[in-house]
Structures are given as C-alpha cells and as structure tokens.
C-alpha cells in the first residue's frame, strides 16, 4: 500500500481500489450499515481496528484472507464468532481477546482494539443497557435535532450517556463524515461516498421515525 508521511493521506494502488469497490458493492441498497465505513477508516490509518462480517463473501469473487492480504490488513478472530477483526498494524490482532464472553476485560480489550476513547469503554462496563437514554428521547425532548443527532452515529461506539457525551460524539462524528467524503474523492471511489450519505440519511430518516 503506497503511503503519503500524514495519517488520514494513505493512498490505495489500482489494485486495491478495485477491490475496495468490490467490497462496497456488496453494501449497495443496504441502508444502515456501516461496516464498509469503518473498513475504509482502517484503511486511511484514522481508524486502528475494526470486524468485517461473513456475508459479503458468500457474494463476491474473491476470499476475504485474499482480500485483507491484497490490503495489508493483518485479520484475526475471536472465538466462536465467525467475524474477521482486522487492522494495519499487526501487533493490534495480537491483543485481541481469545474468546467471547461478558467480562468487563473482554469489553476493555475489544474496545481498546477499535480505537474507543477509554471513558466510553469504561461509561458501557459500568451503566446497565436498559438504563440508557435511547438517542430518539434526546430528539423527542428537544435536545438535538434527528440531523444533529445522526452524526453521533459516525463515531462507531456507543456515546456517554449524557448531553454532554452526545455532543461530543456528535463532533468527532461529524469529523470521520467528512474524512469518509475526502477519502471517496481522493480514492475515487463513488460508491464510499453514495454508502456515507446513504448510511446518514437513514440514521436521520429512523430518528424521525421513532419521535413520530
């Protein structure tokens, strides 16, 4: 993979960009999902790890260890997950857990792999899931529009449960956005930037719909 001195200026070959295309093909017409989105993160050096599901290679030509390699993605699993968690850097697959399970060190590791800040990881150990604010209260109570609200989702983890931890996941979302858009024009690769949009509109389109 050709590089450029600056993070977030990594270039892609020919090569890679066909296959980076090919992969998003499989997301055409599949609204919500950002899993391309974060791959192309990974791949631009913002991002240090993410999980790349199974089914796009019951589709596509080519296998996904041919696909990581073609990339310079080191890949790993986590057992009996059948997900692939890749990264550029290979000392990241190492410290992966070895297996599922609901330990708070399973969450800090899994965490640490994607690139969370610590106190999101630490805030989801320590506050029980059915105890959080759903982000459509945060738009039904007025304090963020379904536009503004939307961009939180762009950060990938879950925010802290507050006003104030929504902003910020509203911030740096907004942030990776706008780096997903640079990326699909200096890659040239239109189809990352239709899956950005597409994936925002939908965030916004299902916050309306929970307030109605």
């Known amino acids: 993979m050709a590089t450029n001195q600056a993070i977030g200026q990594i270039d892609l070959t020919f090569t890679q960009r066909a296959a980076v295309a090919d992969f998003l093909s499989y997301f055409e017409g599949i609204e919500d999902d950002r899993e391309p989105l974060r791959l192309a993160l990974v791949l631009a050096g913002e991002k240090p790890g993410t999980i790349v599901s199974t089914e796009p290679w019951e589709r596509l ?29 290979p000392l990241r697959i190492s410290y992966l857990p070895e297996k599922v399970h609901d330990r708070p060190e399973y969450h800090r590791r899994l965490g640490w792999f994607f690139g969370y800040p ?8 320590e506050q ?22 939307a961009f939180s989702q762009f950060v990938f983890h879950v925010p802290i449960d507050s ?3 929504y902003e910020r996941a509203i911030e740096r979302g907004k942030a990776n956005r706008d780096r997903l858009l640079k990326l699909a024009d200096r890659w040239e690769l239109p189809a990352l930037e239709h899956q950005t949009e ?15």
């Open 61 to 89: 030509a080519h296998s996904p260890i041919d696909f990581f390699d073609q990339l310079e993605l080191a890949h790993g699993r986590v057992a009996p997950s059948s997900s692939w968690y890749v990264a550029r850097d």
């Open 128 to 149: 029980d899931l059915p105890d959080r604010t759903r982000p459509a209260e945060f738009v039904a109570a007025g304090r963020f529009s379904a536009r503004e609200l």
């Open 198 to 212: 597409t994936v925002y509109r939908s965030l916004v389109d299902r916050l309306h719909r929970a307030t109605r």
């Open 118 to 125: 610590q106190a999101a990881i630490d805030h989801f150990i």
């Open 163 to 165: 006003v104030h931890g």
